[in-house]
């Protein structure tokens, strides 16, 4: 489904990713893990092709999608395009609009009203806390459920490809163990999800494959049990 090549991605003269390789297939959760400054939010702006200066420039290597190249892509085309979401660290939602407008502003670009609001229904389902506060503004919301509705906001998108960025940050264990649940159950009805996280144990249990950034290289890659058995990962990650 997604097919990074040889990577290469700059900040202005220093360059952060030295030509990382990955996959994402269909119907997977995969894990890209590493500490502060290893590549991992870099590697996802680059997938959504956000321009410098906001973003990094990727000075060699290819992402495909589904076989398009998306280095030519413009980002805002990504989402009603190809049907890739971003839940970006730190959630962004719009703490001046309750939280169904929050849903609602993310389905501007669908057509499909009969989907659309069983999308609601569906998230409002995931999400029982965002059920019971759809008239609450999202800045009176806890971190947890700001999280639970960045994700119902990049899914009512209609997006089914999924790009989380450090999605358990400031999460008590309690929610980050339901957050994660939620995504598993996402997963199951068919959602694709690529998770850059920091908390490798949590990831590690709910991937099906990761990848291990060090200073913008992938040092370790394989299945997560394998992984999480591995020494060297449960030194430095697992403790």
Same mark, same amino acid.
């Given at each position: 489904?997604?097919?990074? *090549?040889?990577?290469?991605?700059?900040?202005?003269?220093?360059?952060?990713?030295?030509?990382? *390789?990955? +996959?994402?297939?269909?119907?997977?959760?995969?894990? %890209?893990?590493?500490?502060?400054?290893?590549?991992?939010?870099?590697?996802? #702006?680059?997938?959504? +092709?956000?321009?410098?200066?906001?973003?990094?420039?990727?000075?060699?290597?290819?992402? =495909?999608?589904?076989? @398009?190249?998306?280095?030519?892509?413009? &980002?805002?085309?990504?989402? /009603?395009?190809?049907?890739?979401?971003?839940?970006?660290?730190?959630?962004?939602?719009?703490?001046?609009?309750t939280v169904f407008?929050?849903?609602?502003? &993310?389905?501007? &670009? !669908?057509?499909? +009203?009969?989907?659309?609001? +069983?999308?609601?229904?569906?998230?409002?389902?995931?999400?029982?806390?965002?059920?019971?506060?759809?008239s609450q503004r999202?800045?009176?919301? /806890?971190?947890?459920?700001?999280?639970?509705?960045?994700?119902?906001?990049?899914? #009512?998108?209609?997006?089914?490809?999924? $790009?989380?960025?450090?999605? *358990? #940050?400031? %999460?008590?264990? $309690?929610? #980050?163990?339901e957050l994660f649940?939620?995504? =598993?159950?996402?997963?199951?009805?068919?959602?694709?999800?690529?998770?850059?996280?920091?908390?490798? !144990?949590? &990831? $590690?249990?709910?991937?099906? !494959? @990761?990848?291990?950034?060090?200073?913008? =290289?992938?040092?370790?890659?394989?299945?997560?049990?394998?992984?999480?058995?591995?020494?060297?990962?449960?030194?430095?990650? %697992?403790?």
């Open positions: 489904m997604l097919e990074v *090549s040889d990577l290469h991605v700059k900040y202005g003269n220093i360059e952060a990713l030295h030509g990382i *390789s990955f +996959r994402v297939d269909e119907g997977e959760i995969v894990a %890209l893990l590493g500490a502060n400054g290893a590549g991992k939010s870099t590697t996802l #702006m680059s997938i959504m +092709r956000l321009p410098p200066p906001e973003g990094p420039r990727v000075s060699k290597g290819e992402i =495909k999608f589904k076989g @398009a190249n998306l280095l030519p892509v413009p &980002a805002h085309t990504l989402v /009603s395009k190809y049907g890739i979401g971003l839940v970006p660290e730190g959630r962004h939602i719009f703490g001046n609009l407008e929050n849903l609602k502003l &993310a389905t501007f &670009a !669908r057509k499909d +009203r009969e989907q659309i609001q +069983r999308d609601y229904e569906r998230v409002f389902a995931l999400f029982p806390r965002l059920a019971g506060r759809k999202g800045d009176l919301l /806890s971190g947890g459920e700001q999280q639970m509705l960045a994700i119902g906001r990049a899914f #009512m998108s209609g997006v089914g490809f999924v $790009l989380l960025d450090e999605p *358990s #940050m400031g %999460l008590s264990p $309690l929610l #980050m163990g649940r939620v995504l =598993k159950e996402l997963n199951d009805i068919g959602a694709t999800i690529l998770i850059v996280e920091q908390n490798a !144990r949590i &990831a $590690l249990k709910y991937a099906h !494959r @990761a990848y291990v950034l060090e200073a913008g =290289k992938i040092v370790l890659e394989g299945q997560s049990q394998a992984l999480s058995e591995n020494p060297a990962i449960r030194k430095a990650y %697992l403790g």
